[in-house]
């Protein structure tokens, strides 16, 4: 069946650092891949995607990369502060259709000043 | 804010009390979704409205009714519900269609937290 793992459940790193969270899938072909982020109490945000045929794509202190090889995606978040602070979820995409996504666990992530 | 909203943010019902949970959307989308949300558990979803036709139900008890009248509205009636069902409950749009089109991101609401005693 269908699985996503995400790294961890919670991770901890200084103020400065760059936090780096992993998504593993397995019997998957997503056409894409999605990072969300979601504060206590509230629907998760849309913050990056990535396409199947991109290893990596940008945004700010945000990086994601993407290796359909080894069916994984890292999410870095560079120069953390503790306004990052909060749970990361992976979601994965197929494509067709009405574009079914399918979460992940999500890792809580503490930016500790 | 996302342009999704949700009401009521709090619903505390008895098992045997009806209740219903309102989402709407102003984004112009044409897909909606119900995602079940409880602690240490991927989010999971309920049920998917794609121009306004269900199109996808994951084994989801009878007593959770969606309703979609129209493309910007979406509710889950619950009925006769069972302490096991407390948790968020999120609503969610796309611009994704059974034609095709869009990225599929999701634009979720603030959820309502659901208690059932």
């Known amino acids: 069946s269908q699985k996503i793992e995400q790294n961890s459940e919670a991770l901890n790193i200084q103020e400065g650092k760059t936090a780096t969270l992993t998504c593993n899938y397995t019997n998957y072909s997503p056409a894409y891949l999605q990072w969300y982020r979601q504060d206590p109490g509230r629907g998760p945000v849309f913050l990056l995607l990535i396409r199947e045929n991109e290893k990596e794509k940008r945004k700010e202190r945000l990086k994601v990369t993407f290796d359909t090889t080894l069916k994984q995606s890292l999410f870095h978040i560079t120069a953390s502060q503790p306004a990052d602070s909060a749970t990361y979820l992976c979601?994965?995409?197929?494509?067709?259709?009405?574009?079914?996504?399918?979460f992940g666990t999500g890792t809580k992530l503490q930016v500790i000043p | 804010e996302t342009g999704v909203t949700q009401t009521p943010r709090h619903l505390v019902m008895g098992m045997t009390n009806k209740k219903s949970l309102k989402c709407e959307q102003h984004l112009g989308h044409n897909a909606m979704y119900w995602y079940k949300q409880s602690a240490k558990k991927p989010l999971e979803l309920m049920f998917v409205y794609s121009l306004e036709e269900r199109v996808e139900n994951n084994s989801v008890p009878s007593r959770f009714s969606p309703e979609c009248p129209n493309s910007s509205h979406l509710f889950l009636h619950l009925h006769t519900l069972q302490p096991e069902d407390s948790a968020l409950y999120l609503c969610?749009?796309?611009?994704?269609?059974?034609?095709?089109?869009?990225?599929?991101?999701?634009?979720f609401g603030p959820g309502t937290r659901l208690t059932v005693l």
């Open positions: 969610a749009s796309s611009q994704g269609a059974l034609a095709g089109g869009g990225s599929g991101t999701q634009y």
């Open positions: 979601a994965l995409q197929n494509s067709g259709g009405y574009q079914k996504v399918t």
